[in-house]
């Protein structure tokens, strides 16, 4: 029996043979629910994000999640990754149906929420937004780029031949992707970056910071450059802004509003 509620705005479906899987960073299974689980979605427009809650047979909450931006959900085959402020939620499903169902409610609900809020979406498409950010999302793109030894070398010679432009700056790295001009920017001398990166790389290029352990030094913020929310002022900015065709993916514009 599947059971869809709709209303003004939250959705609601049942679903069965789907395991929500709760892991940390360190790949630690925290929690694991099994269970015959009633899907509610609702539009927090008050706070412009969308709330996941997962409810038993007895419609009490077992497991809830906030989502404020698309670029914190993956979506692999049957299986949709949920990326938190302090976990990773998997959630697994048999139907693949169901999954398609929870991504696509999820995924209006924040394109809405962001329109009414953010700059790069009244100026930017929607689709095309998912498309570009699923594309640089992708390691093997990041692989292309780094591998570019003229383009990354010109970068890594061009900060650390003006050392006295980034010693003891504050640094913001707009499109931060793998996060290397970041790296750049604390060889160099940076006091602090703030890496800023609006795809799912922004996952990895956190795993980077940590293993070279500059955690202290380089700071993730996955979303936009329009939406994110940076503390204070920075000295530098350092980017990438060109893409094919020297303007083709707008990205000048980003930089720009930076």
């Known amino acids: 029996l599947i059971v869809i509620i709709t209303m003004e705005n939250e959705t609601c479906k049942r679903v069965s043979g789907m395991v929500i899987k709760v892991i940390n960073d360190d790949l630690e299974t925290l929690k694991t629910i099994t269970n ?3 899907i509610k979605i609702v539009a927090d427009t008050t706070n412009n994000c969308c709330l996941l809650d997962f409810l038993d047979g007895n419609n009490k909450t077992v497991y809830s999640i906030k989502l404020t931006d698309f670029a914190q959900v993956y979506q692999m085959s049957e299986s ?4 938190s402020n302090d976990n990773c939620t998997v959630v697994l499903s048999d139907d693949k149906n169901d ?10 609900i924040l394109f809405e929420e962001q329109k009414k809020q953010s700059v790069f979406y009244q100026r930017t498409d929607s ?3 998912k498309q570009y950010f699923q ?5 093997s793109q990041q692989q292309g780029m780094l591998q570019d030894s003229i383009r990354t070398d010109t970068y890594r010679n061009a900060m650390l031949q003006n050392l006295p432009d980034f010693q003891g700056k504050v640094v913001m790295d707009v499109g931060a992707g793998s996060g290397i001009l970041s790296l750049f920017a604390v060889q160099a001398g940076a006091k602090k970056v703030y890496a800023v990166e609006a795809s ?12 070279n352990k500059l955690t202290d030094k380089i700071i993730i913020k996955n979303g936009k450059i329009e939406e994110v929310d940076i503390p204070e002022k920075v000295d530098v900015i350092v980017s990438e802004p060109m893409g094919y065709m020297l303007v083709h993916e707008r990205m000048l514009e980003s930089y720009m509003y930076a």
């Not at 799912?200 to 293993?211: D, F, G, K, S």
């Open 36 to 38: 015959s689980l009633l």
């Open 200 to 211: 799912n790389m922004a996952l990895h290029c956190q795993t980077l910071v940590e293993r």
């Open 127 to 129: 689709t095309s937004a």
């Open 135 to 139: 594309f640089y999302g992708l390691l």
């Open 99 to 108: 999954a398609e169902w929870m991504i696509e409610k999820i995924r209006s």
């Open 80 to 83: 949709t990754l949920f990326r």
